[in-house]
């Protein structure tokens, strides 16, 4: 993986877009009621979601 900062990139009809992502680099497991997202390459990197949703409303 590329570990230097996030840059803007020329789109080719102008503008910038952020460099993408590797959802592999990330995992997300339910704890309890909330939902935890970690870097897998960053231990101390998280977020906790007030409420676990794995299921989108149609």
Known sequence: MDHRPM???PLAGGGTA?????LDDYAAYEDGTSMVICDRTNPTA???AATATTTLDP
């Open 7 to 9: 840059q803007d990139r």
């Open 18 to 22: 952020p460099d993408p992502i590797d």
């Open 46 to 48: 998280w977020i906790r």
